[in-house]
């Protein structure tokens, strides 16, 4: 198997600010005019890796990437819960402040847990298949497109799963809307660092990948050489 420089790295960055996420996802902030998941400013980092782990290596090594990321998710999901939930001595005074936190509703969990890997397949796919009917040109077309599909997908799911029935119905859908429209507003504003990181990856790597006799099913775990 070919031996990757930076591939590793990219991994563990994905990896880390999938789990940052995680615990700052409650965390709201005004935007403007939108009251918004403090993850709106960061999140869409995460994309901006996949669309380069996509770009460069392919569709299947970022498909293992993100089941790699899902695995740690739900991994780091459960550890949350036990922290927040086990007893503590009474000179502890935090126990409140850890169960504010780590005490992530099951709900909202699963939620993200779908939500990541559904936006993360579907974002790579579109790019995937963008990068081949393109020839490779207009990257910003290809990290844009997949990112208003990919997460599009992350926050409809997150927020039925997670949320609908807690908010009300118009709440709901101005939140849905106003997530998904920031989210893809900053990978737009980030097209120059992506267009720079990947031009440096490919340059690093030697790597082009085109994903042209790909098996796409997001369940299965081959990675060609």
């Not at 996802?25 to 009251?35: E, H, V």
């Amino acid at each position: 198997m070919k031996h990757y420089k930076l591939l590793g790295l990219l991994t563990a960055l994905n990896i880390a600010f999938q789990l940052v996420s995680d615990v700052t996802a409650g965390k709201i902030i005004q935007l403007f005019i939108f009251p918004v998941s403090v993850t709106v400013l960061y999140f869409p980092i995460v994309y901006i890796i996949s669309d380069v782990m996509t770009e460069v290596y392919g569709y299947a090594r970022a498909r293992l990437v993100t089941w790699l990321t899902l695995l740690s998710s739900v991994i780091a999901g459960i550890i949350y819960l036990i922290v927040a939930y086990l007893p503590s001595p009474e000179f502890f005074g935090a126990s409140e402040a850890y169960a504010t936190v780590f005490g992530i509703i099951p709900r909202v969990l699963i939620g993200g847990w779908i939500a990541v890997f559904a936006g993360d397949i579907l974002n790579n796919y579109v790019l995937a298949k963008m990068k081949i009917w393109t020839k490779g040109k207009y990257l910003w077309m290809r990290t844009i497109g997949s990112t208003i599909f990919g997460q599009g997908a992350n926050t409809i799911l997150f927020y039925m799963i997670a949320l609908s029935g807690i908010l009300p119905a118009n709440v709901l859908v101005i939140s849905i809307l106003s997530a998904w429209f920031l989210k893809v507003v900053v990978e737009a504003v980030l097209t120059p660092v992506t267009y720079y990181v990947v031009h440096k990856v490919k340059q690093i790597e030697g790597e082009d990948y085109y994903d042209t006799d790909t098996d796409f099913n997001p369940f299965s775990f081959k990675v060609k050489d």
